[in-house]
């Protein structure tokens, strides 16, 4: 059958979802509790290729097994072989043609900002800290001007290869930012991403929160297709998917 996965996991000590040659990838540990847990290695359809340190509380994935482990053990059969930093939340039988990526209607991303002099050693790893003050309106006003359908070029890391074929528009239907306390969310949900494209939209948001943009200049900055003119490229550590929208399936 095909089963869909939802896992999370701390992207700190990951190369990124995808197998690498470089390092240690989520998607070959997963495979590897799978080895262990199933006696089989399955080729394995994520829905994302998240970066290397980039986290996930919501991660979608499928696979097709024939095995003997039922399916509402799988969660705990794998989980007994995964290392402490990835977990199982569910699975569940998905028709035969769905595929983790080309199935989701949209993706949803949090980039998380701290303002302030010193790091909270409880959230540090999955936080990006600036020590300047920041303008919430200001960073509500840039965020909300990416909103609709628009070329992102300007907001996409060199080296894409998607880039290189021209398909560079993207529809983000929500983009704000919510202040608790010293800490800035930044929450965006798109049809899809282009390389970087979130990481680079929340440095344009922070050029923003720190009056050097004025958030009226986003249209200009897309209308462009200029890289230069957009924000810097964030951490890795402070990006987190934390939802995939699949119509038709079952809320989980």
Aim: one cysteine or more; charged letters at 20%.
């Amino acid at each position: 059958m095909n089963i869909l996965l939802w896992l999370a996991y701390k992207g700190t000590r990951y190369v990124g979802f995808q197998v690498q040659p470089n390092g240690l990838s989520v998607c070959e540990a997963l495979q590897d509790a799978m080895q262990a847990a199933l006696g089989t290695r399955p080729d394995v359809k994520g829905c994302s290729r998240t970066d290397a340190g980039v986290h996930a509380r919501r991660f979608a994935l499928n696979f097709h097994y024939d095995g003997k482990v039922p399916l509402y053990r799988l969660p705990l059969a794998l989980n007994a072989h995964l290392p402490a930093d990835i977990r199982v939340w569910s699975a569940r039988a998905v028709p035969e043609d769905f595929h983790a990526r080309y199935a989701a209607h949209a993706k949803t991303y949090c980039y998380r900002i701290r303002s302030g002099g010193v790091d909270d050693p409880f959230d540090c790893e999955y936080t990006h800290r600036v020590g300047s003050a920041l303008d919430h309106d200001a960073m509500r006003r840039a965020a909300a001007a990416f909103v609709g359908a628009h070329d992102f070029l300007a907001l996409c890391a060199s080296g894409s290869s998607v880039a290189a074929r021209g398909d560079t528009v993207r529809t983000v239907t929500a983009c704000d930012v919510i202040r608790d306390g010293q800490v800035y969310t930044l929450t965006v949900t798109a049809d899809g991403y282009l390389y970087n494209m979130v990481r680079i939209l929340a440095g344009t948001v922070l050029l923003a929160g720190q009056g050097k943009l004025d958030p009226a200049e986003v249209p200009a900055i897309l209308q462009s297709r200029d890289r230069r003119r957009a924000g810097p490229t964030l951490p890795a550590k402070g990006l987190c998917l934390v939802g995939v929208d699949y119509p038709g399936l079952p809320a989980e």
